[in-house]
Structures are given as structure tokens and as C-alpha cells.
């Protein structure tokens, strides 16, 4: 079977973790959570950054800081997975639902068409005409690594005093190569930027995330509110409601590993989509999706287009011919607006999500994935159209 995303542990990743059971700091207390912290802030060129325990619990403590209360709204994207949004509710507030564009990523011109048509300005910000709930924040996903439009967003959330919440969890080391933030990296541009190490990110911690804030005071915050909001820690007086969000130093251990490797991840897999990219081409019916020309992507996830009346197969005929072939493939994930904890929610012309959702599979894209399976892959691919 190939993989469809499975983690790279042929570092220094057994030689850190033993160093940390060795010294038995293996908790939320160890020099590997600082260095690893240490280590992503100065890859993102950032002041700082928080490690917690998952990209989820990341953006639960960015739309605390963002001061989201249970009265507000969260303009948020359908076409994500569900972990972006959940969050939301942990606040007590509500989602409202945003389509997609062709990169996969939030519409954004429709999301300036909805600030400007579907809500009003107030002393107090952005209302909705609607519900007459403030809106507070905008969570945009960077997905599959591919970069959102964030010169457009930022201009938006300017106008209407939105904070912007950057779900970079897919995209770690994707940055802008041209442009107004030439050079910023995913999750550096908004207010808040958000993680993830799951097992099958580009590195992983086996889980575990990071958090970074442009507001030094509010990274801080952040850190104060992951450790159960500690004022003194040897008597333990707590005066606010924390979190028990902190990575452990073990994971640490394994993402400092990883980290080291990060840009020798990304190399391997522009080869692999550049190869899997020549070859579909010349299938009729197929395309992959491209990433947008002003980035550096990291090249996360590798996502088929399928026109079955040019193919021959639909998406999920063609998923299960794959997986009869011992290569593991996955359609993207159901649209959040119609699970059963939102479907009550407002949407806005979700329509082009609609549409991928029932016509893209994502191809096996591991770090660790070589040529001759890239080869066998688009092989197969070619041999079911013949």
C-alpha cells in the first residue's frame, strides 16, 4: 500500500527523545519545549511562539485572545476541516459559512461583498444584518498548504475591524515570494497564527501545535492561559480560568527533529508534484491543482481535479479503483455547514465548495514517497482511462 501521508522519522528524532527520557523530563516542563519554541519563531521570524497540545487547542486560545464572547459571530471557511471551527463553538459563538475559490482557500471577494452588502458598521464594528451579532474575527485556512489571498483579507479586516486568525496548521513553511508581504510566512501575516504536528502534517510531534501572535504582550497571554493560568506557581493561585494546553517536552523533542528537516521535506515533495504534475497532464480528464505563483508552497497535499465525462470515472469510483490498487487516496473533507452541529448556521453563495468537494481526491504526498511510487500511481491513473 502507498500512503497517503505519513510521517518522516529519520532524524534526530530518537537521539532528542531519549535526551528527554534521560533526564526524565517527559511532562509539560523540559528544554525541549523552549528550544523547539525557540527554533520555529526564528524559522518564522517571528518574536515568539507557544507550543500547546494541538493546532485545535491553538485556535481555541487565539479566539480567547482575539476577545470573541459568547454574543459574537466567526466568519469562517466551509470547505476546511472541521477542527478550524469547533473552536468557535468552545467560545460560545457562532459561525457564519464562507465558500471557496479555485486555490480551495476562502472566497474573498465574496467575503468583501458580504461585509459590504450583508452587514453594517457600528462604534462597536462589523454587525450582521442578519442575527444583529457583532462580528469579531475571521478564521482563514490556508489549505493544503496553498496560501489564501491575505493582502486582499488583511485589506478587508482593516476596513472592517475584523481580527484575522491564520489556520497555517497545513502550511507550515509556505511564505510569499512577491508582493506586499514578500517573504512572510504563513500564520505571521494576521494577528494570530496557528499550527499543527499531527501525524500527518509536513513534521509532525505525533500531535501538538504552536501558536503565534503579532501582540507580544498577547503571546504572553497566550502561554499564561496554556498552563491553567498560573499567578504563582509554588503555592498555585490561579486568578483566571486556564487551560492544560502546553506540548510536553517529549513531543518537543521529536519536533526539534523534525524542524531540522522541514526544508529537505519541502524539496522532496515539490519534486514529487512536479512529477505527478508532468504526468497528469497528459491525461485527459485529470489535473492537479496548482499553488499560487507568488509563493513558496510547502507542498502539503497534492489535490486531483476530476472531470469524469472526459475520465471515465467519477470521484468515488476512482478512489475505490485506487485503493484496489494498494494506493490510498482521500476526498476532501464534508462540507462544515452541512454537519449536524451547524446546520442551523448562516452561509453565504456556498457554491464552488460544492463542486470540489465532489470532484478532487488527494494523492499520496509523504515526505518519504519516492519516484517509482509517484510513477506507479500516475500509472494506474493512466492504465484506468485506456
Not at 528550544?35 to 481555541?60: C, M, P, R, V, W
Not at 457600528?122 to 493544503?144: M, P, R, Y
Not at 490510498?328 to 460544492?354: C, D, F, M, V
Amino acid at each position: 500500500m502507498i500512503p497517503l501521508s505519513v510521517p518522516n522519522l529519520k532524524g534526530n528524532e530518537l537521539k532528542y527523545v531519549t535526551e528527554a527520557v534521560e533526564a526524565e523530563w517527559v511532562s509539560t516542563g523540559g528544554s525541549f519545549i523552549n528550544k523547539f519554541e525557540s527554533d520555529i519563531a526564528n524559522y518564522l521570524k517571528t518574536d515568539q511562539a507557544i507550543a500547546t497540545q494541538s493546532g485545535t487547542a491553538g485556535l481555541h486560545l487565539a479566539l480567547d485572545l482575539a476577545e470573541v464572547k459568547r454574543e459574537n459571530e466567526v466568519i469562517v471557511p466551509t470547505l476546511t476541516f472541521i477542527a478550524a471551527v469547533n473552536p468557535v463553538r468552545y467560545i460560545g459563538a457562532e459561525p457564519v459559512f464562507m465558500d471557496c475559490d479555485d486555490t480551495l482557500n476562502m472566497d474573498m471577494n465574496k467575503l468583501e461583498k458580504f461585509c459590504e452588502t450583508e452587514c453594517y458598521i457600528s462604534d462597536k464594528g462589523l454587525v450582521n444584518k442578519k442575527t444583529e451579532k457583532l462580528i469579531k474575527a475571521v478564521i482563514v485556512v490556508h489549505v493544503f498548504g496553498n496560501m489564501a489571498n491575505m493582502e486582499k483579507l488583511m485589506n478587508i479586516a482593516t476596513k472592517y475591524k475584523l481580527k484575522v486568525i491564520e489556520d497555517a496548521t497545513e502550511a507550515l513553511g509556505t511564505y510569499y515570494t512577491s508582493g506586499k508581504y514578500s517573504g512572510k510566512y504563513s500564520g505571521t501575516i494576521g494577528d494570530f497564527g496557528v499550527y499543527s504536528f499531527n501525524g500527518n502534517k509536513i513534521i509532525t510531534t505525533g500531535g501538538g501545535g504552536m501558536l503565534v501572535a503579532k501582540d507580544k504582550d498577547l503571546a504572553e497571554r497566550a502561554r499564561y492561559l496554556s498552563t491553567q493560568a498560573k499567578d504563582d506557581s509554588l503555592y498555585y493561585i490561579h486568578n483566571e480560568v486556564g487551560y492544560n494546553y502546553r506540548m510536553t517536552n517529549v513531543q518537543a523533542a521529536i519536533g526539534v527533529a523534525q524542524l531540522e528537516k522541514l526544508e529537505e521535506f519541502i524539496h522532496t515533495k515539490k519534486a514529487n508534484y512536479e512529477l505527478y504534475k508532468k504526468n497528469i497532464d497528459e491525461i485527459e480528464g485529470l489535473s492537479l491543482l496548482k499553488f499560487n505563483e507568488n509563493t513558496r508552497p510547502n507542498y502539503w497535499f497534492y489535490s486531483l481535479l476530476i472531470e469524469n465525462e472526459n475520465y471515465g470515472f467519477e470521484m468515488d469510483s476512482l478512489l475505490l479503483k485506487l485503493n484496489e490498487n494498494s494506493i490510498q487516496t482521500r476526498p476532501i473533507w464534508g462540507l462544515i455547514h452541512n454537519q449536524s452541529p451547524y446546520l442551523g448556521n448562516q452561509t453565504y453563495e456556498i457554491e464552488n465548495a460544492k463542486k470540489y468537494i465532489d470532484n478532487v481526491l488527494n494523492l499520496p504526498c509523504s515526505s518519504n514517497l519516492n519516484r517509482e511510487e509517484v510513477l506507479r500511481v500516475t500509472d494506474v491513473l493512466k492504465n484506468l482511462n485506456s
